[in-house]
Protein backbone atom coordinates (compact mmCIF):
# COMPACT_ATOMS: atom_id res chain seq x y z
CA UNK A 1 0.00 0.00 0.00
CA UNK A 2 2.57 2.29 -1.05
CA UNK A 3 0.61 3.83 -3.18
CA UNK A 4 -1.20 7.07 -2.43
CA UNK A 5 -4.61 7.21 -2.83
CA UNK A 6 -5.87 9.69 -4.41
CA UNK A 7 -8.56 11.80 -2.65
CA UNK A 8 -12.31 10.71 -2.35
CA UNK A 9 -14.87 13.06 -4.13
CA UNK A 10 -16.55 15.22 -1.83
CA UNK A 11 -20.32 13.65 -1.88
CA UNK A 12 -22.76 16.53 -2.72
CA UNK A 13 -25.18 16.52 -0.05
CA UNK A 14 -23.63 13.55 1.42
CA UNK A 15 -21.00 12.32 4.48
CA UNK A 16 -17.32 10.85 3.81
CA UNK A 17 -16.79 8.11 5.54
CA UNK A 18 -14.00 5.68 6.39
CA UNK A 19 -15.53 2.22 6.09
CA UNK A 20 -12.80 0.97 7.98
CA UNK A 21 -13.04 3.15 11.11
CA UNK A 22 -16.81 3.83 10.87
CA UNK A 23 -18.64 0.72 9.70
CA UNK A 24 -16.48 -2.15 10.50
CA UNK A 25 -16.84 -3.63 14.54
CA UNK A 26 -19.40 -0.74 15.56
CA UNK A 27 -22.64 -2.46 17.23
CA UNK A 28 -25.76 -2.42 15.16
CA UNK A 29 -29.17 -2.10 16.72
CA UNK A 30 -32.80 -3.21 15.31
CA UNK A 31 -35.29 -0.26 14.94
CA UNK A 32 -36.48 -0.52 18.78
CA UNK A 33 -32.29 -0.21 19.73
CA UNK A 34 -31.99 -3.97 20.75
CA UNK A 35 -28.31 -5.10 19.44
CA UNK A 36 -28.87 -7.78 16.86
CA UNK A 37 -24.90 -7.93 16.36
CA UNK A 38 -21.36 -6.32 15.19
CA UNK A 39 -20.42 -5.21 11.69
CA UNK A 40 -17.97 -8.32 11.37
CA UNK A 41 -17.33 -7.87 7.59
CA UNK A 42 -18.60 -5.68 4.66
CA UNK A 43 -20.02 -7.71 1.49
CA UNK A 44 -19.40 -5.39 -0.96
CA UNK A 45 -20.63 -5.46 -5.29
CA UNK A 46 -17.66 -7.07 -7.14
CA UNK A 47 -14.73 -4.59 -8.29
CA UNK A 48 -13.49 -5.27 -11.44
CA UNK A 49 -10.30 -7.61 -11.30
CA UNK A 50 -6.56 -6.28 -12.38
CA UNK A 51 -6.13 -2.36 -12.45
CA UNK A 52 -8.57 -0.64 -12.18
CA UNK A 53 -8.81 1.78 -14.89
CA UNK A 54 -9.52 5.63 -13.70
CA UNK A 55 -13.25 5.82 -14.68
CA UNK A 56 -14.03 2.49 -13.19
CA UNK A 57 -17.30 2.15 -11.30
CA UNK A 58 -16.34 2.07 -7.66
CA UNK A 59 -17.94 -1.02 -5.76
CA UNK A 60 -20.96 -0.12 -3.28
CA UNK A 61 -21.51 -1.97 -0.09
CA UNK A 62 -24.32 -4.16 -0.21
CA UNK A 63 -24.51 -5.91 2.86
CA UNK A 64 -23.25 -5.81 6.71
CA UNK A 65 -22.00 -9.26 7.84
CA UNK A 66 -21.95 -10.71 11.28
CA UNK A 67 -21.30 -13.42 12.58
CA UNK A 68 -19.01 -16.03 12.76
CA UNK A 69 -17.25 -14.62 9.47
CA UNK A 70 -15.64 -12.55 12.40
CA UNK A 71 -13.28 -15.39 13.06
CA UNK A 72 -12.06 -15.06 9.19
CA UNK A 73 -10.18 -11.63 10.15
CA UNK A 74 -8.44 -12.52 13.07
CA UNK A 75 -7.36 -15.69 11.93
CA UNK A 76 -7.80 -15.64 8.17
CA UNK A 77 -9.25 -18.22 6.50
CA UNK A 78 -12.62 -17.75 4.45
CA UNK A 79 -16.28 -18.78 5.56
CA UNK A 80 -18.56 -20.38 2.79
CA UNK A 81 -20.61 -17.42 1.60
CA UNK A 82 -23.77 -19.29 1.90
CA UNK A 83 -23.32 -19.42 6.06
CA UNK A 84 -23.09 -15.13 5.64
CA UNK A 85 -25.37 -13.91 8.26
CA UNK A 86 -26.37 -10.46 6.33
CA UNK A 87 -27.94 -6.96 6.83
CA UNK A 88 -29.23 -5.84 3.83
CA UNK A 89 -27.57 -2.00 3.41
CA UNK A 90 -31.24 -0.16 2.54
CA UNK A 91 -31.96 -1.13 6.19
CA UNK A 92 -29.41 0.89 7.90
CA UNK A 93 -31.06 3.97 9.22
CA UNK A 94 -28.18 6.03 10.78
CA UNK A 95 -24.30 5.16 10.98
CA UNK A 96 -23.11 6.97 14.47
CA UNK A 97 -21.55 4.98 17.71
CA UNK A 98 -23.76 2.19 16.43
CA UNK A 99 -25.20 1.32 13.49
CA UNK A 100 -29.01 1.68 13.75
CA UNK A 101 -31.28 -0.53 11.48
CA UNK A 102 -34.71 1.03 10.28
CA UNK A 103 -35.83 -2.85 10.80
CA UNK A 104 -36.59 -4.62 13.86
CA UNK A 105 -34.84 -7.90 15.23
CA UNK A 106 -36.91 -10.04 13.81
CA UNK A 107 -36.00 -9.71 10.56
CA UNK A 108 -32.38 -10.02 11.02
CA UNK A 109 -30.90 -13.36 10.77
CA UNK A 110 -29.21 -14.35 13.91
CA UNK A 111 -27.43 -17.14 14.20
CA UNK A 112 -28.71 -20.43 15.75
CA UNK A 113 -26.88 -20.77 18.96
CA UNK A 114 -28.60 -18.00 20.60
CA UNK A 115 -32.32 -19.65 19.54
CA UNK A 116 -30.68 -22.85 20.89
CA UNK A 117 -29.98 -22.05 24.21
CA UNK A 118 -32.64 -19.79 24.63
CA UNK A 119 -35.06 -22.36 23.82
CA UNK A 120 -33.43 -25.30 25.09
CA UNK A 121 -31.53 -24.25 28.27
CA UNK A 122 -32.28 -21.08 29.55
CA UNK A 123 -36.26 -21.56 28.67
CA UNK A 124 -36.68 -24.47 30.54
CA UNK A 125 -35.22 -23.09 33.38
CA UNK A 126 -37.77 -21.57 36.28
CA UNK A 127 -37.99 -17.86 35.64
CA UNK A 128 -35.96 -17.84 32.50
CA UNK A 129 -38.80 -16.00 30.46
CA UNK A 130 -39.66 -13.35 32.88
CA UNK A 131 -37.73 -9.71 33.07
CA UNK A 132 -35.59 -10.28 36.68
CA UNK A 133 -36.78 -7.36 39.10
CA UNK B 1 -37.05 15.29 48.71
CA UNK B 2 -37.26 12.15 46.64
CA UNK B 3 -34.29 13.79 44.85
CA UNK B 4 -32.22 14.20 47.79
CA UNK B 5 -33.13 10.36 48.69
CA UNK B 6 -32.08 9.52 45.10
CA UNK B 7 -28.65 11.17 45.76
CA UNK B 8 -27.81 10.11 49.22
CA UNK B 9 -28.46 6.41 48.11
CA UNK B 10 -26.32 6.39 45.32
CA UNK B 11 -23.49 7.98 46.99
CA UNK B 12 -23.86 5.58 50.12
CA UNK B 13 -24.04 2.16 47.50
CA UNK B 14 -21.62 3.69 46.13
CA UNK B 15 -19.85 2.87 49.50
CA UNK B 16 -21.15 -0.03 50.63
CA UNK B 17 -19.90 -1.32 46.90
CA UNK B 18 -16.44 0.33 46.99
CA UNK B 19 -14.41 -2.73 48.80
CA UNK B 20 -14.42 -6.56 47.18
CA UNK B 21 -12.16 -9.49 48.88
CA UNK B 22 -9.08 -7.83 47.02
CA UNK B 23 -9.39 -4.49 48.93
CA UNK B 24 -10.20 -6.21 52.33
CA UNK B 25 -7.63 -9.03 51.94
CA UNK B 26 -4.65 -6.92 50.38
CA UNK B 27 -5.07 -3.72 53.09
CA UNK B 28 -5.09 -6.47 55.60
CA UNK B 29 -1.95 -8.12 54.59
CA UNK B 30 -0.14 -4.72 53.84
CA UNK B 31 -1.43 -3.25 56.97
CA UNK B 32 0.45 -5.92 59.14
CA UNK B 33 3.52 -5.83 57.23
CA UNK B 34 4.04 -2.15 56.15
CA UNK B 35 1.44 -0.83 58.60
CA UNK B 36 0.39 2.67 57.00
CA UNK B 37 3.40 2.82 55.00
CA UNK B 38 1.81 2.29 51.89
CA UNK B 39 -1.30 3.81 52.55
CA UNK B 40 -0.31 6.89 49.32
CA UNK B 41 -0.89 3.99 47.23
CA UNK B 42 -4.40 3.48 48.42
CA UNK B 43 -4.99 7.41 47.79
CA UNK B 44 -3.07 6.91 44.20
CA UNK B 45 -5.45 4.19 43.24
CA UNK B 46 -8.51 5.84 44.54
CA UNK B 47 -7.72 8.95 42.39
CA UNK B 48 -7.48 6.52 39.53
CA UNK B 49 -9.93 4.32 39.81
CA UNK B 50 -12.33 7.98 40.01
CA UNK B 51 -10.62 9.27 36.54
CA UNK B 52 -11.04 5.77 35.20
CA UNK B 53 -14.54 5.13 36.25
CA UNK B 54 -15.93 8.74 35.34
CA UNK B 55 -14.67 8.31 31.88
CA UNK B 56 -16.02 5.44 31.24
CA UNK B 57 -19.62 6.23 32.64
CA UNK B 58 -19.88 9.48 30.50
CA UNK B 59 -18.60 7.53 27.78
CA UNK B 60 -21.52 4.88 28.15
CA UNK B 61 -24.28 7.82 29.20
CA UNK B 62 -23.40 10.15 26.21
CA UNK B 63 -22.74 7.64 23.40
CA UNK B 64 -24.95 4.43 25.05
CA UNK B 65 -21.84 2.36 24.46
CA UNK B 66 -20.09 0.29 26.85
CA UNK B 67 -16.45 -0.37 27.61
CA UNK B 68 -15.86 -3.89 25.82
CA UNK B 69 -17.83 -2.14 22.21
CA UNK B 70 -15.43 0.65 22.64
CA UNK B 71 -12.86 -1.56 22.86
CA UNK B 72 -13.76 -3.82 19.95
CA UNK B 73 -14.56 -0.75 17.88
CA UNK B 74 -11.06 0.93 18.05
CA UNK B 75 -8.86 -2.16 18.19
CA UNK B 76 -10.17 -4.10 16.04
CA UNK B 77 -11.48 -7.65 16.24
CA UNK B 78 -7.69 -9.58 16.67
CA UNK B 79 -6.30 -6.99 19.13
CA UNK B 80 -9.82 -7.04 20.84
CA UNK B 81 -10.04 -10.93 20.88
CA UNK B 82 -6.40 -10.75 22.57
CA UNK B 83 -7.64 -8.29 25.40
CA UNK B 84 -10.94 -10.09 25.71
CA UNK B 85 -9.09 -13.03 26.33
CA UNK B 86 -6.96 -11.70 29.09
CA UNK B 87 -9.64 -9.45 30.60
CA UNK B 88 -12.02 -12.62 30.67
CA UNK B 89 -9.37 -15.09 32.55
CA UNK B 90 -8.56 -12.12 35.08
CA UNK B 91 -12.27 -11.36 36.01
CA UNK B 92 -12.65 -15.17 36.11
CA UNK B 93 -9.86 -15.24 38.83
CA UNK B 94 -11.40 -12.34 40.57
CA UNK B 95 -15.33 -14.24 40.30
CA UNK B 96 -13.24 -17.11 42.10
CA UNK B 97 -11.78 -14.89 44.37
CA UNK B 98 -15.24 -13.30 45.49
CA UNK B 99 -16.90 -16.59 45.92
CA UNK B 100 -14.10 -17.75 47.95
CA UNK B 101 -14.83 -14.85 50.31
CA UNK B 102 -18.30 -15.20 50.61
CA UNK B 103 -17.38 -18.85 51.84
CA UNK B 104 -14.58 -17.33 54.01
CA UNK B 105 -17.02 -14.90 55.71
CA UNK B 106 -19.82 -17.53 55.84
CA UNK B 107 -17.54 -19.92 57.72
CA UNK B 108 -16.50 -17.28 60.18
CA UNK B 109 -20.06 -16.98 61.11
CA UNK B 110 -21.18 -20.14 61.13
CA UNK B 111 -17.83 -22.62 61.97
CA UNK B 112 -19.06 -24.58 59.03
CA UNK B 113 -16.23 -25.28 56.55
CA UNK B 114 -15.95 -22.89 53.37
CA UNK B 115 -15.93 -25.66 51.50
CA UNK B 116 -19.41 -26.56 52.47
CA UNK B 117 -20.75 -22.92 51.79
CA UNK B 118 -18.91 -22.49 48.66
CA UNK B 119 -21.76 -24.24 46.31
CA UNK B 120 -24.23 -22.59 47.88
CA UNK B 121 -23.03 -19.28 47.18
CA UNK B 122 -22.49 -19.69 43.61
CA UNK B 123 -25.88 -20.97 43.43
CA UNK B 124 -27.25 -17.85 45.48
CA UNK B 125 -25.36 -15.66 43.34
CA UNK B 126 -26.90 -17.43 40.57
CA UNK B 127 -30.20 -16.61 41.41
CA UNK B 128 -29.70 -13.26 42.44
CA UNK B 129 -28.71 -12.55 39.21
CA UNK B 130 -31.53 -15.24 37.48
CA UNK B 131 -34.18 -13.35 39.46
CA UNK B 132 -33.43 -9.35 41.29
CA UNK B 133 -33.70 -6.49 39.83
CA UNK B 134 -30.45 -4.95 39.01
CA UNK B 135 -31.23 -1.45 41.26
CA UNK B 136 -32.48 -3.52 44.29
CA UNK B 137 -29.33 -5.97 43.81
CA UNK B 138 -27.10 -2.74 43.95
CA UNK B 139 -28.66 -1.21 46.82
CA UNK B 140 -29.00 -3.95 48.90
CA UNK B 141 -25.35 -5.33 48.34
CA UNK B 142 -24.52 -1.85 48.76
CA UNK B 143 -26.20 -0.82 51.63
CA UNK B 144 -24.96 -4.13 53.57
CA UNK B 145 -21.78 -3.14 52.61
CA UNK B 146 -21.56 -0.27 54.84
CA UNK B 147 -21.19 -2.31 58.00
CA UNK B 148 -17.64 -2.50 57.09
CA UNK B 149 -17.59 1.17 58.65
CA UNK B 150 -17.58 -1.51 61.54
CA UNK B 151 -13.20 -1.16 60.71
CA UNK B 152 -13.43 2.48 60.73
CA UNK B 153 -15.04 1.95 64.67
CA UNK B 154 -13.09 -0.60 65.54
CA UNK B 155 -9.49 1.48 64.92
CA UNK B 156 -11.08 4.58 66.50
CA UNK B 157 -12.14 2.00 69.14
CA UNK B 158 -8.27 0.79 69.46
CA UNK B 159 -7.35 4.29 70.29
CA UNK B 160 -4.33 4.05 68.18
CA UNK B 161 -0.89 6.45 68.48
CA UNK B 162 -2.26 8.58 65.14
CA UNK B 163 1.32 10.33 65.18
CA UNK B 164 3.16 6.62 64.35
CA UNK B 165 1.05 5.94 62.12
CA UNK B 166 1.37 9.47 60.57
CA UNK B 167 5.03 8.37 60.66
CA UNK B 168 4.20 5.24 58.69
CA UNK B 169 2.34 6.99 56.62
CA UNK B 170 5.50 9.41 55.26
CA UNK B 171 8.44 6.76 55.97
CA UNK B 172 8.63 4.32 53.37
CA UNK B 173 10.18 0.95 53.05
CA UNK B 174 10.38 -0.75 56.32
CA UNK B 175 13.87 -1.47 58.01
CA UNK B 176 13.32 -5.54 58.38
CA UNK B 177 11.52 -5.82 54.62
CA UNK B 178 13.32 -5.72 51.07
CA UNK B 179 12.54 -3.31 48.71
CA UNK B 180 11.29 -6.01 46.55
CA UNK B 181 8.29 -6.92 48.58
CA UNK B 182 7.42 -2.88 49.08
CA UNK B 183 6.85 -2.42 45.89
CA UNK B 184 5.29 -6.03 45.20
CA UNK B 185 2.75 -5.01 47.04
CA UNK B 186 2.10 -1.34 46.28
CA UNK B 187 1.41 -3.15 42.76
CA UNK B 188 -0.99 -5.12 44.63
CA UNK B 189 -2.50 -2.18 46.46
CA UNK B 190 -3.04 -0.39 43.05
CA UNK B 191 -4.21 -3.58 41.35
CA UNK B 192 -7.09 -3.91 44.29
CA UNK B 193 -8.31 -0.40 44.10
CA UNK B 194 -8.09 -0.19 40.31
CA UNK B 195 -9.84 -3.44 39.11
CA UNK B 196 -10.89 -4.21 35.70
CA UNK B 197 -14.24 -5.49 36.10
CA UNK B 198 -15.29 -2.12 38.52
CA UNK B 199 -15.13 -0.21 35.06
CA UNK B 200 -16.55 -2.80 32.60
CA UNK B 201 -19.63 -3.18 34.98
CA UNK B 202 -19.65 0.67 36.03
CA UNK B 203 -19.97 1.38 32.09
CA UNK B 204 -22.48 -1.56 31.61
CA UNK B 205 -24.64 -0.97 34.85
CA UNK B 206 -24.78 2.79 33.13
CA UNK B 207 -26.63 1.26 30.38
CA UNK B 208 -28.53 -0.90 32.31
CA UNK B 209 -29.65 2.06 34.33
CA UNK B 210 -30.65 3.74 30.97
CA UNK B 211 -28.05 6.38 32.14
CA UNK B 212 -28.51 9.70 29.73
CA UNK B 213 -26.59 12.88 29.64
CA UNK B 214 -28.60 13.83 32.45
CA UNK B 215 -27.43 11.68 34.76
CA UNK B 216 -23.57 12.35 34.38
CA UNK B 217 -24.08 14.45 37.41
CA UNK B 218 -25.17 12.20 39.67
CA UNK B 219 -22.97 9.59 38.57
CA UNK B 220 -19.89 12.47 39.11
CA UNK B 221 -20.97 12.84 42.53
CA UNK B 222 -21.25 9.19 43.21
CA UNK B 223 -17.90 8.46 41.90
CA UNK B 224 -15.89 11.59 43.35
CA UNK B 225 -17.65 10.86 46.78
CA UNK B 226 -18.84 7.57 47.03
CA UNK B 227 -15.27 6.13 45.87
CA UNK B 228 -13.09 8.16 48.34
CA UNK B 229 -15.05 7.70 50.88
CA UNK B 230 -14.41 3.91 50.27
CA UNK B 231 -10.78 4.85 50.06
CA UNK B 232 -10.99 5.33 53.89
CA UNK B 233 -12.29 2.02 54.72
CA UNK B 234 -9.56 0.92 52.78
CA UNK B 235 -6.85 2.45 54.98
CA UNK B 236 -8.96 1.84 58.20
CA UNK B 237 -8.32 -1.82 57.50
CA UNK B 238 -5.23 -1.79 56.51
CA UNK B 239 -4.77 1.01 59.89
CA UNK B 240 -6.54 -1.80 62.15
CA UNK B 241 -3.75 -4.72 61.01
CA UNK B 242 -1.17 -2.04 61.52
CA UNK B 243 -1.94 -0.98 65.37
CA UNK B 244 -2.62 -5.17 66.36
CA UNK B 245 -1.25 -7.08 64.20
CA UNK B 246 2.13 -5.39 62.96
CA UNK B 247 3.58 -4.96 66.58
CA UNK B 248 2.74 -8.76 67.31
CA UNK B 249 4.62 -10.10 63.83
CA UNK B 250 1.40 -11.55 62.79
CA UNK B 251 1.13 -11.51 58.87
CA UNK B 252 -2.42 -11.69 57.68
CA UNK B 253 -3.20 -15.29 55.37
CA UNK B 254 -6.61 -15.51 56.38
CA UNK B 255 -9.94 -13.51 56.70
CA UNK B 256 -10.25 -14.35 60.17
CA UNK B 257 -6.40 -12.29 60.81
CA UNK B 258 -8.33 -9.46 58.83
CA UNK B 259 -10.61 -9.42 61.29
CA UNK B 260 -8.90 -10.17 65.11
CA UNK B 261 -8.42 -6.20 65.34
CA UNK B 262 -12.23 -5.61 65.26
CA UNK B 263 -13.12 -8.71 67.68
CA UNK B 264 -10.43 -7.17 69.69
CA UNK B 265 -11.81 -3.02 69.43
CA UNK B 266 -15.33 -3.75 69.22
CA UNK B 267 -16.37 -7.16 70.57
CA UNK B 268 -18.59 -9.86 69.09
CA UNK B 269 -21.22 -7.21 68.08
CA UNK B 270 -18.68 -5.13 66.18
CA UNK B 271 -17.39 -8.32 65.10
CA UNK B 272 -20.97 -9.54 64.10
CA UNK B 273 -21.45 -6.37 61.82
CA UNK B 274 -18.13 -6.38 59.79
CA UNK B 275 -18.50 -10.06 59.00
CA UNK B 276 -21.80 -9.34 57.54
CA UNK B 277 -20.50 -6.34 55.97
CA UNK B 278 -17.87 -9.08 54.53
CA UNK B 279 -20.33 -11.40 53.19
CA UNK B 280 -22.21 -8.59 51.58
CA UNK B 281 -19.06 -6.69 49.94
CA UNK B 282 -17.65 -9.59 48.20
CA UNK B 283 -21.55 -10.83 47.56
CA UNK B 284 -21.63 -7.98 45.89
CA UNK B 285 -18.20 -8.25 44.01
CA UNK B 286 -19.61 -11.76 42.86
CA UNK B 287 -22.13 -10.11 41.36
CA UNK B 288 -20.20 -7.40 39.54
CA UNK B 289 -17.61 -9.82 38.21
CA UNK B 290 -20.13 -12.40 37.09
CA UNK B 291 -22.26 -10.04 35.29
CA UNK B 292 -18.84 -8.78 33.76
CA UNK B 293 -17.77 -11.95 32.51
CA UNK B 294 -21.26 -11.87 30.75
CA UNK B 295 -21.18 -8.10 29.66
CA UNK B 296 -17.43 -8.33 27.92
CA UNK B 297 -18.18 -11.57 25.96
CA UNK B 298 -21.65 -10.31 24.67
CA UNK B 299 -20.51 -6.80 23.87
CA UNK B 300 -17.43 -8.16 22.27
CA UNK B 301 -19.69 -10.06 19.67
CA UNK B 302 -23.08 -7.60 19.33
CA UNK B 303 -24.98 -10.20 21.69
CA UNK B 304 -27.81 -9.15 23.33
CA UNK B 305 -27.27 -8.52 27.02
CA UNK B 306 -28.61 -7.01 30.54
CA UNK B 307 -30.18 -7.90 33.21
CA UNK B 308 -33.27 -5.77 31.96
CA UNK B 309 -34.25 -8.17 29.60
CA UNK B 310 -35.69 -11.95 30.51
CA UNK B 311 -33.17 -14.32 30.47
CA UNK B 312 -34.41 -16.13 27.30
CA UNK B 313 -33.93 -12.83 25.51
CA UNK B 314 -30.06 -12.51 26.32
CA UNK B 315 -29.62 -16.76 26.34
CA UNK B 316 -25.67 -16.44 25.16
CA UNK B 317 -25.65 -13.64 28.03
CA UNK B 318 -26.74 -15.88 30.61
CA UNK B 319 -25.37 -19.21 29.65
CA UNK B 320 -21.99 -17.55 29.74
CA UNK B 321 -22.31 -16.48 33.72
CA UNK B 322 -23.32 -19.71 34.20
CA UNK B 323 -20.74 -21.38 33.13
CA UNK B 324 -18.45 -19.27 34.69
CA UNK B 325 -19.91 -20.08 38.54
CA UNK B 326 -19.48 -22.88 37.58
CA UNK B 327 -15.86 -22.72 36.55
CA UNK B 328 -15.07 -20.86 39.79
CA UNK B 329 -16.48 -23.70 41.77
CA UNK B 330 -14.45 -25.99 40.42
CA UNK B 331 -11.44 -23.88 40.91
CA UNK B 332 -12.45 -23.47 44.63
CA UNK B 333 -13.16 -27.04 44.97
CA UNK B 334 -10.26 -28.14 44.47
CA UNK B 335 -9.25 -26.55 47.73
CA UNK B 336 -6.74 -24.43 46.59
CA UNK B 337 -7.02 -21.13 49.15
CA UNK B 338 -9.30 -18.37 47.96
CA UNK B 339 -7.01 -15.70 50.26
CA UNK B 340 -4.07 -16.52 47.60
CA UNK B 341 -6.50 -16.68 44.57
CA UNK B 342 -7.21 -12.94 46.01
CA UNK B 343 -3.38 -12.04 45.96
CA UNK B 344 -2.61 -13.37 42.74
CA UNK B 345 -5.87 -11.72 40.90
CA UNK B 346 -5.23 -8.48 42.29
CA UNK B 347 -1.68 -8.03 40.84
CA UNK B 348 -3.05 -9.61 37.38
CA UNK B 349 -5.69 -7.43 37.56
CA UNK B 350 -3.02 -4.59 37.70
CA UNK B 351 -0.83 -6.18 34.24
CA UNK B 352 -4.02 -5.92 32.43
CA UNK B 353 -4.98 -2.13 33.45
CA UNK B 354 -4.06 -0.83 30.25
CA UNK B 355 -5.78 -2.95 28.05
CA UNK B 356 -9.32 -1.48 28.99
CA UNK B 357 -7.88 1.70 30.31
CA UNK B 358 -6.52 3.16 26.72
CA UNK B 359 -9.09 2.92 24.67
CA UNK B 360 -11.84 4.22 27.32
CA UNK B 361 -9.43 7.16 27.08
CA UNK B 362 -9.19 7.63 23.31
CA UNK B 363 -13.16 7.40 22.98
CA UNK B 364 -13.44 10.15 25.87
CA UNK B 365 -12.10 12.33 23.49
CA UNK B 366 -13.21 11.68 20.20
CA UNK B 367 -16.26 13.88 18.92
CA UNK B 368 -18.01 11.40 17.10
CA UNK B 369 -18.67 9.59 20.12
CA UNK B 370 -19.05 12.15 23.16
CA UNK B 371 -20.06 15.36 20.96
CA UNK B 372 -19.78 18.30 23.66
CA UNK B 373 -19.06 15.66 26.19
CA UNK B 374 -15.72 15.16 25.83
CA UNK B 375 -12.65 15.17 28.21
CA UNK B 376 -12.20 19.26 29.36
CA UNK B 377 -8.56 19.88 30.14
CA UNK B 378 -8.16 18.86 33.54
CA UNK B 379 -9.87 15.56 33.44
CA UNK B 380 -7.51 15.31 30.01
CA UNK B 381 -4.40 15.83 32.28
CA UNK B 382 -5.76 13.87 35.14
CA UNK B 383 -6.29 10.90 32.37
CA UNK B 384 -3.07 10.86 30.65
CA UNK B 385 -0.66 11.36 33.70
CA UNK B 386 -2.90 8.34 34.98
CA UNK B 387 -1.86 6.48 31.72
CA UNK B 388 1.73 6.40 32.73
CA UNK B 389 1.38 5.14 35.65
CA UNK B 390 -0.42 2.08 34.95
CA UNK B 391 1.68 1.38 32.25
CA UNK B 392 4.48 1.68 35.02
CA UNK B 393 2.61 -1.22 36.79
CA UNK B 394 1.35 -3.18 34.36
CA UNK B 395 5.13 -4.06 33.34
CA UNK B 396 6.38 -3.98 37.13
CA UNK B 397 3.47 -6.63 37.85
CA UNK B 398 4.74 -9.95 36.57
CA UNK B 399 8.38 -9.62 37.22
CA UNK B 400 7.48 -8.22 40.92
CA UNK B 401 5.02 -11.39 41.24
CA UNK B 402 8.21 -13.73 40.31
CA UNK B 403 10.88 -12.30 41.82
CA UNK B 404 8.94 -11.88 45.44
CA UNK B 405 7.49 -14.98 45.01
CA UNK B 406 4.10 -13.24 45.90
CA UNK B 407 5.82 -11.23 48.08
CA UNK B 408 6.69 -14.22 50.87
Redesign the interface.
Given at each position: MSRRLPTPPIPAGGRLLDARLSLLDRQVLDVDGEPVGVVDDLELSDPQAGVLPDDAVAPVVRHLVHGPVVLDRITGGRHPRAHFERIEWAAVAEIGPALRLAVGSSRVPVGWLEDWLARNVVARIPGGRHVPR | MKRLFAVALGVLTAIGGFLDIGDIVTNAVVGSRFGWSLAWVVVLGVAGICVFAHMAGKVAAV???ATF?VI??RL???M??ANLAASFLINLLTLTAEVGGIALALELASSVHYLLWIPIAAFAVWLV??????D?MENVTGLVGLLLVGFAVALFLLGPDWGQLGQQALQQVPADESPATYWFYAVALFGAALTPYEVFFFSSGAVEEGWTVKDLAHSRLNVLVGFPLGGLLSLAIAGCAAVVLLPRGIQVSSLSQVLLPVAEAGGRLLLVAVILGVVAATFGAALETTLSAGYTLA???????G???????A??F??TMMACLVVGLGVLATGVDPVMVTEVSVVFSAAALPLTYLPILIVANDP??MGRHVNGRWLNAAGQAYFGVILVVSVAAIPLLVATGVGR
Open positions: - | SGREREGPRALIWRVGFVQFFGWTWKFRAPARARHVDY
